[in-house]
T-cell receptor, first 113, second 111 residues
């Protein structure tokens, strides 16, 4: 069964350092999403791509977060500098058709110390 | 502001019992999704509901959608320990294509 690949699974970083997460969606899925899930809460959208274009990044803290999907396939989410409040699970999801919903990756658990 | 509210937030139930989780949302939507999340894990798709009156069942779980009432339910029949997890509903507004997740319901099934 096709999966959304994410790496790393876990990341511990010191505040003020830079950190990056990678996501490879299911082949052929044009839409890619990055969500942030704080412990005990539901996921919240950070950025949505359609192919290589950003569709929605209204919730992305652009002073420290950036995201790209250069060739419309895999994607990178970067935080610089990391803050303590960024500690969360970062989930990538992809979709070809919302009639089938999203497929989520295994996530990256970020801890900022 | 779009709101997706689930209740209860926490549910502790005995094995063999039945219970229903409710998901209310504040936007016009014909698309409602249920996901399961185990501790420290990602989200697993359970049900996709795409029209008013849609009902889907898988094992001990049954989900339904009433778009007029802006309400979805996830019914658990004869709960077993393996169902212990957090359950999220998510809606996609008819005017958009982004998921908005509910607050989650943490279910613990006690032997």
């Amino acid at each position: 069964e096709a999966e959304v690949a994410q790496s790393p699974r876990y990341k511990i970083t010191e505040k003020s350092q830079a950190v990056a997460f990678w996501c490879d969606p299911i082949s052929g899925h044009a839409t890619l999403y990055w969500y942030r899930q704080i412990l005990g809460q539901g996921p919240e959208l950070l950025v949505q791509f359609q192919d290589e274009s950003v569709v929605d990044d209204s919730q992305l803290p652009k002073d420290r977060f950036s995201a790209e999907r250069l060739k419309g396939v895999d994607s990178t989410l970067k935080i610089q500098p990391a803050e303590l409040g960024d500690s969360a699970m970062y989930l990538c999801a992809s979709s070809s058709d919302l009639n089938y919903g999203y497929t989520f990756g295994s996530g990256t658990r970020l801890t900022v110390v | 502001e779009l709101k997706v509210e689930q209740n209860p937030l926490f549910l502790s139930m005995q094995e063999g019992k039945n219970y229903t989780i409710y998901c209310n949302y504040s936007t016009t939507s014909d698309r409602l999704y249920w996901y399961r999340q185990d501790p420290g894990k990602s989200l697993e798709s359970l049900f996709v509901l795409l029209s008013n009156g849609a009902v889907k069942q898988e094992g001990r779980l049954m989900a339904s959608l009433d778009t007029k009432a802006r309400l979805s339910t996830l019914h658990i029949t004869a709960a077993v320990h393996d169902l212990s997890a957090t359950y999220f509903c998510a809606v996609v507004p008819n005017t958009g294509n982004q998921f908005y997740f509910g607050t989650g319901t943490s279910l613990t099934v006690i032997p």
